[in-house]
């Protein structure tokens, strides 16, 4: 998938906001909270790391192209990274950021989730 691609998947989620930091790293929010956080080599995603909950963390966490992200996993938070698509496909990927934007908008106090229309 190449990063375009990627950060257009991102974008069309509602009240996404996306900021390169970090070294050159494409960090998507929601509500200001990290959901996905992805680097590039020349255009093509080269990694993506993205919240689970702690049963996917567990199962995830041992298949192969994929390992807890280092900077949150090692903090207690259950994030995978994804290196390569031995087992998880760009389309999966995309699922799976699609679930950690939603987790991650679930955790936002009530009124973040008000002001971004996100409770019935």
């Known amino acids: 998938m190449t990063l375009d691609e990627f ?14 930091q970090w070294r050159g790293a494409h960090v998507w929010k929601i509500g200001g909270k990290v959901y996905v956080i992805a680097r590039d080599q020349d255009g093509v995603l080269s990694s993506a790391s993205f919240k689970v909950t702690w049963m996917g963390f567990d199962i995830l966490k041992e298949q192969p192209g994929l390992q807890g ?6 903090r207690g938070m259950s994030w995978i990274q994804r290196m390569t698509d031995e087992t998880m496909s760009d389309a999966e990927l995309l699922t ?3 679930d ?3 987790l991650v908008g679930r955790g936002l106090t ?4 008000r002001e971004l229309g996100l409770l019935d």
């Open 7 to 20: 950060n257009a998947f991102c974008g069309a989620l509602p009240h996404s906001t996306h900021v390169v």
């Open 110 to 113: 009530k009124k973040k989730q």
């Open 100 to 102: 950690s934007y939603t």
């Open 96 to 98: 799976y950021i699609r």
């Open 69 to 74: 992200a280092s900077h949150l996993a090692s």
